[in-house]
């Protein structure tokens, strides 16, 4: 498996409350990408990077901030949870050639009641 | 960005051939056709693409229609770990990043 994990991987926070996801990756790979999934939805793409400290927005970013201050870890943070970002989270990673498939962690399910 | 349109679900029998279609009428000349798929519980995983010619690796086989309208998803012996739901994606120039996944072909496999 690519080197990529996500922490955590369970959380259940209150409305209103700051919650970061961390996305660590071992491959030195360039991109990285950070996607919500939702039952009827399918993935969507909220965040992604391509490059330190360069960063854009994707299909759901608003409530979203990112950081990516080296280049294997890309942080997203929910400044102020809300109910409707309770969602599974994946982070994915890969070099960006064409050869270079995505690679995706095993996700974190966040629960904001 | 072209669509894709694909299935929402199918069934195969274990051991059987499976063929998953996807409809891309839209496509562009420098679209890539990038297949995924989603084990339950887990992140999504490469599976094949491809641009004009159809393409073989260990999991499965891309045909690719000559009008490249549409392009088929061959898993030639169906296990129970095939069980997942499959995504078809266009994306343009070939990179893998920035995919836009759809809701996908849910598979389902029985034994």
């Known amino acids: 498996d690519a080197g990529i994990t996500q922490s955590p991987r369970h959380k259940v926070t209150e409305t209103g409350t700051p919650v970061t996801l961390r996305c660590h990756q071992t491959?030195?790979?360039?991109?990285m990408y950070w996607y919500r999934q939702d039952p009827g939805h399918g993935l969507r793409l909220i965040h992604y990077s391509y490059g330190v400290k360069d960063t854009d927005k994707g299909e759901v970013s608003d409530g979203y901030s990112v950081s990516r201050s080296k280049t294997e870890d890309f942080l997203l943070t929910l400044e102020s949870a809300t109910s409707s970002q309770t969602s599974v989270y994946f982070c994915?990673?890969?070099?960006?050639?064409?050869?270079?498939?995505?690679?995706f962690g095993n996700g974190t399910r966040l629960t904001v009641t | 960005d072209a669509k894709t349109t694909q299935p929402n679900s199918m069934e195969s029998n274990e051991e059987e051939p499976v063929h998953l279609p996807c409809n891309h009428s839209t496509i562009s000349g420098t679209d890539y056709i990038h297949w995924y798929r989603q084990l339950p519980s887990q992140g999504p995983e490469y599976v094949i693409h491809?641009?004009?010619s159809n393409v073989n690796n260990r999991m499965a086989s891309l045909a690719i229609a000559e009008d490249r309208k549409s392009s088929t998803l061959i898993l030639h012996r169906a296990t129970l770990r095939d069980a997942a739901v499959y995504y078809c994606?266009?994306?343009?120039?070939?990179?893998?990043?920035?995919?836009?996944f759809g809701k996908g072909t849910k598979l389902s496999v029985k034994p």
């Open positions: 491809g641009l004009t």
């Open positions: 994606i266009l994306n343009y120039g070939g990179s893998q990043g920035n995919l836009i």
């Open positions: 994915a990673i890969t070099a960006g050639t064409l050869d270079s498939p995505l690679h």
């Open positions: 491959e030195n790979h360039r991109y």
